[in-house]
């Protein structure tokens, strides 16, 4: 039946074209698609050497069979004359045979594809009519990507309706693997009058075409941007309506594109494709473009976890299947999507700021994070440079809102280059997106907003300033890369406790607070906070003041929460989820895997990939160097110093950051901070260089301050002057050092007496 038909569709196409055949094709299509799917994974083979199959009596056959076209044929026999258990051991052998490719598409070739999918329908032959059913599928679509092979079908297409007929049955069944070959044939001069004969082979092969046929859309010749949107129409796939839409409006496209989409959109709508405008579209694109920004968009990877998106490859003049990871992909698709709203709407401030974060984030990545953002011309760097502070500052703070660290560092890197004060000062209808930035989850986003404000230079202390020296504190001695800390806001004294040992089993540091109020100041002042857990019924403020203040601030507003409470609790607490971003509702008792994932989960949806080794050196190097910059003059008048004592002193003895670090010591008049000038200035394990400045610094600290140090380390400055004859210079600084001890009348006089001058 499927031969008469498929020839009654080759003769009608040999009279009339897709008028005279539509009715008939499309029946002898779903015949055919119902006889032969398309391929599918293989599960594991069935060999017969696995589970071998006993005949119950004497085959029926003169003489057993030994080959695989023997096999095959004893199969079907065996199945015409109802003896299906022999059929199925016949089956076996020949899946034990392991046949190649070559061997079973000259069995789909004698006996058509059809008897394949007749032999997996009857349930007493699997899983051996199963196996074999696969690699039959799996050998066409490998032979369908040989050239020569496919030749061979394009050529039947200009022969016979019969010849006519098989083709276009052979180059369906090869799925989304003939569209390459179609596609290309297309241009080709020699079948131009097969022309639609080609177009309806690319409907027929129905959606497994489509990745294939969406790449088409980038082609360069209209007319097959024109083929592919008019099979997309045929698809039954309402996702692609947005996408379709664009090249319906676009006024960039020629009409004859334009009128194919809108008949496609029309198809898959059934709906008046004059109802498309182009601001609708282009909202549309924007929220397809803002779902993979946001890598909201859930895929479905192939078991090696990548996706696939097809392109056009000018090279091989059609479509090219590549493998991404489903992040790589989705920047793509929000750069092409971001750029497609923006050609609709050019004017549109939101749509400027979308299309350039997803252009930054795009481009962080495929970089790499461990180098620095490529500049030059048609960079996504440069554009943003030129596209100036104000679009910049709205790139940043639409990437902190989205949670995408990559777009939101590049932008803050871009602020320090052109930024203005007015980047680190909040206004009536825009937020600092640089003191919002101090607030971000993301430490590496944290220290650029700290530096790019540093580089601006401000004048006056602003909301967030005092983050500033606590985020170069943390660099300063972050040896390695790792979580920081959860805070913990619960006015049940038992619970909060288990919960603070939940974080610590977690891997994270805990704060404990009880009170809202308590929880929102130190999460303010802590730049280390990078998830907060939070439980419905707490006290001094409330729930939703809390949950409030803490999105409203610029230094707590990325900070991802997690609402726990009891099960009545969970409906309420989803809501405070869906207003705000950045907050997930857990219900009570939380556990230690549970609150892992979910803590993981935000933080790796919003932040970067840890810093290497070579990168937190920088960031030290860095941080040492402002603390230093902060200390010279008055700026400790707005970043005080005193809260980054203990990681100063820490970092006191480290040889690449110690000159800039006892300089930061020096503004800090505290006890500790001139104790450990004292013990730098003697350490022998420090270069002479750094033990004469801690020396000379020390003596400017108890100039500024006042004397504060133990006899225990007077008495140690003493010892190392007077065992310090052989290095002048730090002598002469340990001398400087003494001079402000204030020594009494004899004292002095007794030194002087001791002095000998050198003469000539």
Do not use: C
């Amino acid at each position: 039946m499927s031969r008469a038909l498929a020839t009654a569709a080759g003769r009608a196409w040999g009279i009339g074209g897709i008028a005279a055949a539509f009715g008939v094709l499309i029946f002898a299509g779903r015949f055919a698609a119902a006889q032969a799917p398309a391929a599918q994974p293989a599960p594991p083979a069935a060999a017969a050497g696995d589970n071998p199959i006993e005949f119950p009596e004497k085959s029926p056959l003169p003489k057993e069979p030994t080959t695989v076209p023997e096999f095959f044929e004893a199969v079907l026999l065996m199945v015409d004359i109802d003896r299906l258990d022999f059929a199925k051991g016949y089956l076996a052998k020949l899946i034990d045979a392991d046949p190649d490719d070559a061997a079973v598409l000259e069995l789909r070739k004698q006996h058509g594809p059809a008897i394949f999918l007749r032999l997996h329908n009857i349930k007493e032959l699997r899983p051996y009519s199963t196996e074999l059913m696969n690699r039959v599928n799996a050998a066409f679509v490998n032979a369908v990507k040989d050239p020569a092979y496919v030749n061979g079908l394009l050529l039947k297409l200009t022969g016979s309706p019969e010849d006519q007929a098989d083709a276009i049955t052979e180059l369906r069944l090869g799925g989304v693997e003939s569209i390459p070959v179609l596609l290309k044939a297309l241009n080709n001069p020699q079948l131009a009058q097969q022309h639609d004969l080609l177009l309806y082979t690319i409907v027929r092969i129905g959606r497994s075409g489509v990745p294939a046929l969406v790449g088409a859309l980038n082609a360069p010749d209209e007319r097959i941007r024109t083929a592919a949107i008019s099979s997309l129409g045929y698809a039954s796939d309402l996702k692609l309506v947005p996408l379709l839409s664009y090249y319906a409006v676009a006024e960039s496209e020629p009409e004859s594109v334009r009128m194919a989409a809108r008949l496609a959109v029309g198809r898959l709508q059934k709906s008046h494709p004059a109802s498309l405008t182009g601001d609708g579209v282009a909202l549309d694109l924007q929220r397809v473009a803002q779902r993979h920004f946001e890598l909201s968009y859930v895929w479905e990877p192939d078991s090696d976890g990548t996706v696939s998106l097809w392109d056009w490859e000018p090279s091989l003049e059609t479509v090219a299947e590549r493998k991404y990871s489903p992040r790589q992909a989705s920047r793509k698709l929000a750069v092409r999507h971001a750029r497609q709203a923006l050609d609709l709407s050019p004017a549109r401030q939101d749509f400027q700021v979308l299309y350039l974060a997803a252009a930054l984030a795009a481009e962080v990545e495929e970089n790499g994070w461990d180098k620095f953002l490529p500049t030059g011309p048609g960079t996504a760097h440069d554009l943003a440079l030129v596209s100036g502070p104000d679009v910049a500052s709205r790139v940043v703070l639409h990437s902190l809102a989205s949670r995408q660290s990559a777009s939101a560092l590049a932008g803050i890197r871009v602020l320090a280059q052109i930024g203005t004060t007015s980047q680190w000062k909040a206004t009536l209808s825009q937020k600092s997106p640089l003191v919002t930035a101090l607030g971000y989850s993301d430490r590496r986003v944290q220290f650029a907003a700290a530096h790019a404000i540093m580089q601006l230079d401000p004048t006056a202390r602003f909301p967030g300033s005092e983050r500033i020296v606590s985020i170069f504190a943390r660099a300063l001695n972050e040896e390695e890369a790792g979580p920081g800390s959860i805070l913990v806001i619960d006015p049940d004294i038992d619970r909060l406790s288990r919960l603070g040992a939940l974080v610590d089993e977690i891997g994270f540091a805990n704060h404990q607070v009880r009170t809202g109020r308590e929880g929102f100041r130190l999460a303010a002042e802590r730049p280390d906070v990078d998830a907060i857990l939070l439980h419905a019924n707490v006290i001094r403020w409330p729930l939703s003041d809390t949950v409030a203040n803490l999105r409203m601030d610029a230094r707590t507003a990325a900070i991802p929460i997690v609402l726990y409470g009891e099960p009545r609790d969970l409906a309420s607490l989803r809501r405070y989820a869906e207003k705000y971003s950045g907050i997930s509702a857990g219900e009570e008792p939380l556990n230690g895997p549970d609150l892992r994932k979910r803590v993981s989960a935000m933080l790796e949806a919003a932040g970067s990939p840890p810093l290497t080794g070579e990168q937190r050196q920088h960031q030290r190097e860095i941080a040492a160097a402002w603390l230093a910059h902060i200390a010279n003059g008055q700026r400790v008048k707005l970043f005080p110093l005193e809260m980054a004592q203990e990681s100063l002193i820490r970092a006191a003895s480290d040889a690449s950051v110690a000159s800039d670090v006892l300089r930061a010591l020096t503004a800090i008049g505290s006890r500790e901070a001139q104790e450990r000038l004292a013990t730098a200035a003697v350490d022998l394990q420090m270069s002479v260089e750094h033990r004469v400045l801690a020396a000379e610094l020390l003596a400017t600290h108890i100039q500024r301050h006042g004397l504060a140090l133990a006899k225990a380390s007077v008495d140690a400055i003493h010892a190392a002057w007077r065992d310090s004859a052989g290095e002048p210079d730090w002598n002469t600084a340990l001398g400087g050092v003494i001079g402000t001890f204030g020594p009494d009348d004899d004292l002095v006089s007794r030194r002087l007496r001791d002095f000998q001058p050198r003469m000539r």
